[in-house]
Nanobody, 128 residues
Framework: QMQPVESGGGLAQPGESLTLTCEAS????????IGWFRQAPGKEREGVGC????????YYPDSVKGRFTISKDNLRNVVYLRMSSLKPEDTGRYYC?????????????????????WGQGTQVTVST
């Protein structure tokens, strides 16, 4: 089963940084669109960054632009979400998702509907 696995979540104070890792077993992440999403209690799942082979620079919503960055390590077959200047509103469960067909683009943004395979998530809590 092509399910990615997330790690790296934890507790951070406002202003600190965290890096999440998405690993793949049995498939090559380089060939897939990658999305990072988060979900806070009582809220809908939202995209915080998506990257595809067609749009390698990535798409980030305004809420995280300039603070979150997705990067790929194709040799290790992992994808990272680097989060800096964390805020309490960044708290949530973070998910990595992949899709073999989604090409992305400015008109598509970073929506969960375009992604097929999901990890179990890793919790990020930003609090003093």
């Amino acid at each position: 089963q092509m399910q990615p696995v997330e790690s790296g979540g934890g507790l951070a104070q406002p202003g600190e940084s965290l890096t999440l890792t998405c690993e793949a077993s049995g498939f090559t992440l380089e060939n897939f669109a990658i999305g990072w999403f988060r979900q806070a209690p009582g809220k809908e799942r939202e995209g915080v960054g998506c990257i595809t082979n067609k749009y390698n620079s990535g798409y980030y919503p305004d809420s995280v632009k300039g603070r979150f960055t997705i990067s790929k390590d194709n040799l290790r077959n992992v994808v990272y979400l680097r989060m800096s200047s964390l805020k309490p509103e960044d708290t949530g469960r973070y998910y990595c998702a992949t899709d073999p067909n989604f090409l992305g683009g400015p008109d598509y943004g970073c929506s969960p509907v375009y992604f097929s395979w999901w990890g179990q998530g890793t919790q990020v809590t930003v609090s003093t």
